[in-house]
């Protein structure tokens, strides 16, 4: 009821501030010293939004760059959390999808945001994926919003996030963060780079954050991320890397607490109803090797071999729900559940840029591999003694003991189904120049999934899908600092949700197509952290998959025979003085399936991000940032219910006691929001961070 007045008072103290930043804020003139951008419009190069290397105004796309120190000041301890920082990218995180599903753009689920290392897609396995998840060792996250099939290949109708690491760097550098905070938490971060012999250079980057968590018992996660990077410049026309990032991570055996009557039972909300000896365990390798070589002035070839091995375990009993007339909680749904999978890859780009010509070319060459194994204890024809989800114990959640899974079930685990996948594509982007002020961008992607899917004991499936995307836009430089765009594409998305696990019901189903018109306008001074752009989009995606949030059988789904989504975006940074910078963005679209009858599951309407960065003398700085996320419908009718709207303040105060040494007191959730991050099943609601304090301490050397 008060959210208005706080974000109403948060801008209030915003606007009576007076000074912030590294940086002068001043026009476009030469030699102005960048400024830190603390909101999401804070670059002029991207990666992500092209392969021909073009700037964030010639992309006729809308993409929000997140600075990796910006992250770090404000704390961001994990890529989620970081990522929702752009405007509509909202968290529908749990454990059953890996704590990584994001809704956007009135779209949620693995098949919704496509995930990036560096430009590298990886295949998620039953609409989870968990690496990467650490944004300690990042140089930034790239956003592009509406369908990436035509870059990055299959799913991705809302957007791409790119997860880009920071690179090795020949000047010795070195930094150590130590924080501690409520709840027992811990984090260590260390980082360092420097040359390595007369032509290389190397970076080691490792991150460590452990807690007890706010929910108990079973509270408690860790995580650790090992990075080593190398880089070797054997002449001044090629460049040789190599990247090894290991990651494990423990998080809350967590899955919600039961709602009644559409909200939480406030004497459950700090409760964890899991049994004592649940587990959940995530181990993500990642190995990439690239070669960039500038034969010429105006061509350049790229080239990389990657691959990823993740092996996740769950083993829970993931749901409950309480009778208030009993004053009885049921636990069911007892499973044990496991991932492996590995992904190997090769991708190649071709690059034509004449220096003074009009036409630049991008031509590539993409191919990947995908074995996935899962043993459960699910009853199947391999496993005649697995769990039939009718199982569940009884506990007093006044009194709770939490027990181990063999007081609910003694079912043995068995490999339930094998999955491989083979994966090529290829595609070719152009922006020709028709005048000095009007350029179009046009690009095509084929590719080829042939799937050959086994569930143990029951069928097998063989399928073979292809699709065509493609993207065709126009940008309009209205002067240098200020262009207009429009767009027009399409995507692609597995009907099953991804292609590593399919249903039997899908085997003979084409790609499902979708399509984006979207229109907009950026403006960018040069050297300065004023930048804005505003979008209009509207997306079209037919015979939608959704995990059936009433069932924790995977292979549940629900299908939508269509989703339209209609919106407008806007995002802004502003730095009024060189030691004072404003940031933000709000979304507001009006999303629906072909009935109309109610909105989808788990997406947003309205969202907003508003905060400031202030420094108000030479050794203090102040952050804000305030994050509101509307109403979501949380299931299918007629069981769903709404999951309230809500809004976070954050906040933390950096004192520079030296050029090397800095101290920083943080507050999350200031205003103590009782809240829902997500919902497991439709009666579950994931409880987001109560508020929660830490001082982290940072030295460089």
């Not at 301890?77 to 599903?101: D, Q």
């Not at 780079?193 to 490792?206: C, K, S, V």
């Not at 249903?503 to 790609?511: E, G, K, T, W, Y």
């Amino acid at each position: 009821m008060h959210n208005e007045k706080r974000l109403l008072a948060l801008a209030v103290f915003a606007a009576c501030g007076g000074q912030l930043s590294t940086a002068a804020a001043q026009g476009g003139n030469a030699g102005v010293e960048e400024v830190l951008v603390y909101g999401t419009q804070g670059a002029r190069e991207t990666s992500t939004g092209s392969r021909l290397d073009l700037t964030w105004l010639e992309t006729p796309a809308t993409v929000d760059i997140i600075n990796g120190d910006a992250i770090r000041d404000r704390g961001d301890i994990g890529v989620l959390e970081a990522v929702t920082r752009s405007g509509g990218f909202t968290t529908e995180a749990n454990p059953g999808n890996g704590g990584s599903s994001i809704s956007a753009r009135g779209f949620e689920g693995a098949g919704a945001v496509t995930k990036l290392y560096d430009g590298t897609s990886y295949f998620n396995a039953a609409g989870a994926i968990t690496f990467p998840f650490d944004t300690w060792g990042i140089d930034r996250i790239e956003v592009l919003k509406g369908p990436s099939s035509v870059l990055y290949g299959e799913g991705g109708i809302g957007g791409a996030i790119n997860v880009i690491p920071r690179k090795p760097q020949r000047e010795q550098d070195g930094q150590v963060r130590v924080e501690l905070g409520e709840d027992d938490t811990t984090f260590i971060g260390v980082d360092y780079t420097n040359a390595l012999g007369a032509n290389g250079a190397y970076r080691f980057d490792y991150s460590n954050v452990q807690s007890d968590g706010w929910v108990g018992p079973n509270g408690d996660s860790d995580a650790e991320m090992l990075s080593l990077a190398f880089e070797f410049e054997p002449t001044d026309k090629l460049t040789l890397a190599a990247r090894l990032d290991s990651g494990e991570q423990h998080p809350m055996r967590y899955f919600g607490a039961p709602v009644v009557n559409g909200d939480f039972v406030r004497d459950f909300v700090g409760k964890n109803f899991n049994v004592s000896d649940a587990d959940i365990h995530y181990q993500d390798d990642s190995l990439r090797l690239r070669a960039d070589w500038q034969p010429t002035d105006t061509v350049t070839l790229q080239a990389e071999l990657f691959r990823l091995e993740s092996d996740r375990l769950w083993k829970d009993a993931e749901a409950n729900s309480y009778d208030p007339s009993t004053r009885i909680l049921t636990r069911f749904d007892p499973l044990i559940l496991g991932h492996d999978i590995a992904q190997d890859g090769v991708r190649t780009n071709l690059v034509f840029a004449p220096s003074r010509g009009r036409v630049r070319t991008s031509v590539g060459f993409e191919a990947n591999d995908v074995s996935f194994e899962r043993p459960t204890n699910f009853a199947t024809p391999a496993n005649p003694n697995g769990i039939t989800f009718d199982e569940f114990d009884e506990v007093d959640p006044y009194n709770f003991v939490p027990g181990v899974l063999a007081d609910i079930t003694t079912a043995p685990v068995a490999l339930d189904n094998t999955s491989d996948v083979s994966e090529w594509a290829v595609f070719a982007e152009t922006q020709i120049k028709a005048t000095e002020r009007v350029a179009f961008v046009a690009a095509l992607r084929h590719e080829d999934y042939d799937t050959h899917y086994v569930r143990i004991g029951r069928q097998i499936i063989d399928q073979n899908v292809d699709d065509t995307t493609g993207r065709v836009g126009v940008v309009f430089d209205v002067s240098d600092e200020t262009a207009l765009y429009a767009q027009y594409g399409t995507g692609a998305t597995n009907p099953s949700g991804g292609i590593v696990t399919i249903a039997n019901a899908n085997r003979l189903a084409d790609m499902i197509e979708s399509e984006q018109l979207e229109v907009g306008v950026k403006h960018q001074v040069s050297g300065t952290g004023f930048q804005w752009n505003l979008a209009l989009f509207d997306i079209t995606k037919n015979n939608l998959t959704y995990d059936d949030p009433t069932s924790a059988d995977p292979a549940d789904v629900l299908v939508i025979p269509e989703q339209t989504s209609q919106g407008i975006e806007l995002g802004f940074t502003y730095a009024a003085t060189s030691t004072f910078q404003v940031y933000g963005n709000v979304v507001s679209l009006n999303a629906e399936t072909d009935t109309g009858e109610r909105p989808p599951t788990y997406v947003p309407e309205e969202t907003y991000n508003l905060g400031f960065a202030w420094q108000p003398g030479t050794k203090v700085k102040i952050i804000a940032d305030v994050r509101h996320v509307g109403d979501r419908f949380g299931g299918p009718a007629p069981d769903g219910i709404t999951i309230p709207d809500y809004t976070v303040v954050d906040a933390s105060v950096r004192w520079s006691a030296s050029d090397k040494l800095g101290v920083t007191v943080k507050g999350q959730n200031l205003f103590d929001e009782l809240y829902a991050t997500s919902n497991y099943y439709t009666d579950m609601w994931m409880v987001g961070r109560p508020r929660t304090a830490s001082v982290a301490f940072d030295y460089r050397f």
